[in-house]
């Protein structure tokens, strides 16, 4: 739907900048702490989680070890929890040399809060535009208690000089720094809140049960888009259809060829009239394209000036060009005469027993006025049924195809062999359900939109042999009272069915099987092409009943990731599914062939996301021939407007003392300081670590030893020997403007203020990890 919803938000967290580090994150634990703090930005009613790399937390695919209270859901997987936990078993090492009180219950709480859900909002990470806190949002009344016992752990925490001299100066300021606005959010509040954490993981519903889903836009500027499908070749392309008659190749990283795969503009029959319903109207891909290019389409065309058919063809792909059609290759299969301009049908699709199906509707009109009973109930007729045929060999008789053996009316005199189920008014887009991912439950059953005449619009599930009941039903209803009370009859009822107060054409969907959204899972999503409403069906399983859930654009909080709109164009006419079960729908904001403002959207649910590398495609190589056209979106993101989702004015703290104004440090001046001023005095002018520090060859067990064994002691004493070796500096010497490279056999000190150590916290923290490695792989390999 395209309508915003303006739900009351309660104040974001006004997560002060001096908390912020103007350099990188000091540690790939300040990463994760992050995405705990934008889950918790929302009101209690409509919470928001999200992880410091701008998307929604997960379920792990295995157990943590470490931070175990966010292996149910968070945003860590076992790499990112190893990573936090390695840095623990550090910081915990140099404690114990320096002899400070160890305080691990408070720093292993302090740094897991980067797996929380609400890690984004924790670490004031919401805003992509805005860099992250070094430290999450705790709650006074903790502070104080961390401040009072644990204060000095903070310099292995955090690189931001302003917190660290806060910190030492006076509490209550410090609190006040790292305190949030909204008391729901900071930690430990936010465990405590049921609001917050009851339907974590869940698809975020509005107040009227509304199902709030997100977008992001894949493809524009198109005229009329009525389908777009995979090759399933295993490389992942999309092919793009206008009504117009041509079809465009769109590759995995969002680009358009130059040329198009297809062009039946000159064959095909359409006008630039409102809602003409003629045109290029279906395509499939044979089950072994890969292996024999072999494709089909669907399309309006006029005969000698005069007579409207609907063609079905079999065409190749180029034998020089994987990315262009055959134009010569063209074989007609199948014609069929229109006896109106509307109810074209246009489904083409291959079941999972490999055989194509045509869907075609009732010859147009209004009540399928043709004989006696109509087309859709005249078995003899091809308009207003479900076909399928073999198009894996030719008819002894002629034919282009061949009949199934198991089609339902073989020997039947007064039905054509081609029918698979009749009664149907116009199919517009079916889809084949490809199965659970895990169970495979519902692999192979195929769903329809059938639009309804004047009253009612419906979902069908095809079976073999099926009667539909047009035009003695629509929906639910009688239509026609005479063959409604046909005791011959024996229709079948759709699953669904709405009436025209709710929409007046349905445009079939998909039921969702992807990766990357596990909530959708199981979901029937489809929509209707007037009001533009989306809407979904969950089965209930033991009773094989479908329940409605409304589906609505998420608000401007659930839809707070960067990408993401929550808007789209009016009139929905086709849903489509990629290669690896994503999906997505075209809608167009002006229902003319030859319009191009056609767009083709990605549904994404904001609440939960599939873990960190179980979505990853390997697709094969495609080779291009000509230019691409890279994507260019033109639909506005909810994080472009005007309201952003953590940046709310700057705060000014009144220190309870003046700091001292020394040579060796700058501070600022005055009493009163704004949050800005002071952030950017603050920032930290020392070098990033080596890359070579900060790489973890492997991911350690987080049990580590807390004494050196004997070997150990050796090597230790050794490298001491070593360094009392070197030859001293002259006394009184200074070196100005020379930067002096720490050994790698150097010992941490405490002095962090001395002229002479010009490396950051951060480098000797890291070159110190990398000699406690070196150290154990001696002893390793000894052993």
Not at 130 to 139: A, M, Y
Not at 244 to 263: A, I, N, T
Not at 288 to 300: A, C, E, P
Request: hydrophobic share 30%.
């Amino acid at each position: 739907m395209s309508s915003t919803r303006n739900a009351a938000r309660s104040p974001r967290g006004a997560c002060c900048a001096l908390l912020r580090t103007a350099a990188a994150p000091s540690s790939p634990g300040t990463w994760l702490i992050w995405s705990a703090v934008l889950l918790v930005g929302v009101q209690p009613a409509a919470a928001h989680p999200q992880c410091l790399d701008f998307e929604p937390p997960f379920k792990p695919q295995w157990h943590l070890e470490f931070c175990t209270q966010y292996q149910e859901f968070g945003c860590c997987d076992q790499k990112t929890d190893n990573m936090i936990a390695e840095r623990y078993w550090d910081i915990i090492e140099l404690l114990e040399k320096a002899g400070h009180e160890l305080c691990e219950p408070m720093l292993k709480e302090i740094m897991c809060q980067e797996c929380s859900p609400y890690a984004a909002h924790l670490y004031d990470a919401e805003d992509p535009y805005t860099p992250v806190r070094d430290l999450p949002g705790l709650c006074f009344g903790y502070c104080s208690k961390f401040h009072s016992k644990c204060r000095h752990v903070l310099r292995y925490l955090t690189v931001n000089q302003v917190l660290l001299d806060t910190s030492e100066r006076d509490m209550s300021t410090f609190c006040s720094m790292v305190d949030l606005s909204d008391q729901d959010y900071c930690y430990p509040n936010v465990l405590k809140s049921t609001d917050l954490n009851s339907n974590l993981g869940r698809v975020v519903e509005d107040p009227r049960g509304c199902l709030q889903l997100c977008l992001t836009e894949v493809a524009n500027s198109l005229r009329n888009p009525v389908l777009m499908l995979h090759s399933g070749d295993d490389t992942h392309r999309m092919f793009i259809a206008e009504q117009v008659g041509f079809v465009w190749v769109y590759l995995r990283d969002g680009s358009r060829l130059e040329r198009p795969f297809l062009d039946m503009s000159g064959e095909v029959l359409t006008t630039p009239w409102l809602g003409d319903e003629r045109g290029f109207l279906g395509m499939a891909f044979h089950p072994k394209y890969r292996y024999n290019g072999r494709f089909f389409i669907y399309y309006s065309v006029q005969v000698d000036g005069k007579v409207e058919k609907i063609r079905i063809s079999e065409m190749k792909v180029s034998s020089y060009d994987m990315n262009t059609a055959d134009p010569f290759s063209e074989r007609v299969v199948l014609e069929i005469e229109e006896p109106a301009a509307n109810h074209n049908g246009g489904q083409l699709l291959f079941g999972q027993d490999g055989y194509l199906y045509i869907f075609t509707g009732d010859g147009g009109k209004a009540g399928d006025p043709f004989g006696k009973y109509g087309n859709a109930q005249n078995k003899s007729a091809l308009l207003g049924k479900v076909l399928r045929i073999d198009v894996d060999g030719n008819d002894p008789r002629g034919k282009e195809y061949r009949i199934p053996p198991d089609n339902p009316f073989l020997g039947d005199p007064k039905a054509r062999p081609e029918v698979f189920a009749y009664g149907v008014r116009n199919m517009w887009r079916c889809s084949v359900d490809r199965g659970d991912p895990v169970s495979r439950y519902g692999r192979g059953r195929i769903f329809c939109g059938d639009v309804g005449q004047n009253r009612y619009e419906e979902i069908d599930i095809i079976v073999n042999g099926g009667n539909y009941g047009w035009r003695a039903k629509e929906g639910f209803e009688c239509y026609d009272i005479k063959l409604c009370h046909n005791s011959s009859l024996d229709d079948i009822l759709p699953i669904f069915a709405y009436s025209h107060h709710v929409g007046k054409s349905v445009t079939g969907g998909y039921v969702y099987r992807g990766c990357e959204s596990p909530n959708l899972n199981g979901l029937y999503i489809f929509g209707d092409y007037m009001n533009g409403r989306l809407m979904a069906l969950e089965e209930d399983k033991t009773t094989g009943s479908w329940k409605e859930r409304s589906v609505c654009m998420g608000d401007q909080t659930t839809c707070s990731f960067p990408g993401l709109i929550n808007h789209h164009h009016k009139f929905i006419i086709s849903f489509a599914e990629d290669e690896a079960g994503e999906l997505y729908f075209m809608a167009t904001s002006y229902p003319s062939a030859m319009s191009p403002t056609g767009t083709v959207f990605k549904f994404m649910d904001p609440s939960r996301r599939a873990p960190p590398g179980k979505c990853k495609q390997k697709p094969l190589p495609v080779k291009v021939r000509g230019k691409k056209f890279p994507f260019v979106p033109r639909e506005r993101t909810v994080l472009q407007t005007n309201e952003k989702p953590t940046r709310p004015p700057p705060r000014k703290y009144n220190l309870t003392t003046k700091p001292p104004v020394t040579s060796s440090q700058r501070r600022p001046t005055t009493a009163t300081a704004s949050v800005s001023t002071v952030a950017t005095a603050a920032k930290p002018k020392a070098k990033p670590p080596p890359a070579k520090a900060t790489k973890t060859n492997k991911a350690k067990s987080w049990k580590k030893s807390k004494k050196l064994n004997k070997k150990e002691k050796k090597v230790q004493t050794k490298n001491t020997l070593s360094k009392k070796a070197q030859p001293k500096k002259t006394a009184g010497m200074k070196l100005v403007g020379v930067k002096v490279k720490p050994t790698t056999n150097q010992t941490f000190t405490e002095n962090l203020n001395s002229k002479t150590q010009t490396n950051s916290l951060r480098d000797e923290i890291s070159l110190k990890r990398k000699n406690l490695q070196t150290v154990r792989r001696r002893k390793q390999s000894k052993k």
